[in-house]
């Protein structure tokens, strides 16, 4: 039966033993944020209809559900989980389901084994850009136990996905690094920019262990390098102008080449200043 996924996790969920890990990723993020997970599977038609039959192409969608809420069982059982299958394409499906949704969640498609790929046209970059509310993108293999990592550059996008980050860090029990990356040759207001940003949110979030890093070097190669110890990679959208259908240069990065899930930050409002 169909469940609104008005404030859930939602997972697009497909045959490959990838998207089962993401299905494991989007659940620990739903118990994270104690949030319910909703399992969405885009049933295509098309190709139903020149199967054989149509009942047993369904079938198999259901075996996917079914298979997928079992998963979910075994690493978070107290997840409340419910299941739909749509018709359509699941970049579609899941842009839809985020204008309601806590956060949406796809696999990468196999981008971060492919270190010469960048895919444009790849679901996850296409979900990345277009959806309502955050995204996370999965990967094939589990993340290591390392800090929340948040790219941090001044924006407004940035400021909201710091916030976030500090969520994350806290219901996570981890420590957070923000980075941020001063191309060469151009001017450096120093470590403070970065350290009262952090300051700000830390008074909401006293729990979590923050560490500040400004550095040189090009944005997209440092955080990728950080990101191969990381839990998790946060990145806003795209810098100043987080708009439908556009990605920074950084964000697409790391949804190509971070060997760690990263959560594209979008949908958000920069946090009130401390004490407001």
Request: charged share 20%; net charge negative; glycine share 10%.
């Amino acid at each position: 039966m169909a469940a609104p996924t008005h404030g859930a996790v939602v997972v697009g969920v497909g045959s490959s033993d990838e998207d089962l890990q993401v299905v494991r990723e989007a659940a620990g993020e739903a118990a994270t944020h104690g949030r319910p997970l909703h399992l969405l599977h885009a049933f295509n038609w098309a190709a139903a209809l020149q199967a054989p039959s149509v009942a047993v192409s369904r079938a198999a969608a259901e075996d996917l559900l079914e298979r997928a809420g079992q998963v979910v069982g075994e690493v978070e059982p107290d997840v409340p989980v419910s299941g739909e299958i749509v018709e359509g394409r699941p970049v579609e499906a899941l842009i839809r389901a985020s204008e309601s949704a806590f956060m949406v969640a796809l696999g990468d498609g196999g981008m971060a084994d492919c270190p010469d790929c960048v895919p444009a046209d790849a679901p996850a970059v296409q979900l990345a850009a277009r959806a309502g509310c955050p995204v996370l993108v999965g990967r094939a293999q589990p993340a290591p136990q390392g800090p929340v990592l948040i790219g941090v550059d001044g924006s407004s996008s940035s400021q909201a996905a710091l916030g976030f980050a500090f969520d994350c860090a806290d219901r996570r029990a981890a420590r957070l690094l923000a980075v941020r990356v001063v191309e060469p040759g151009r001017p450096d207001d120093g470590d403070d920019v970065l350290a009262a940003a952090v300051a700000r949110h830390a008074e909401r979030h006293p729990s979590v262990a923050a560490e500040c890093h400004t550095v040189r070097g090009d944005p997209s190669t440092v955080l990728v390098e950080q990101s191969r110890s990381a839990q998790v990679a946060l990145v806003g959208a795209r810098g100043d102008e987080p708009w439908r259908g556009m990605l920074g240069e950084v964000s697409q990065t790391l949804l190509y080449h971070s060997p760690a899930p990263v959560i594209v930050v979008r949908g958000l409002e920069p946090a009130p200043p401390v004490g407001t």
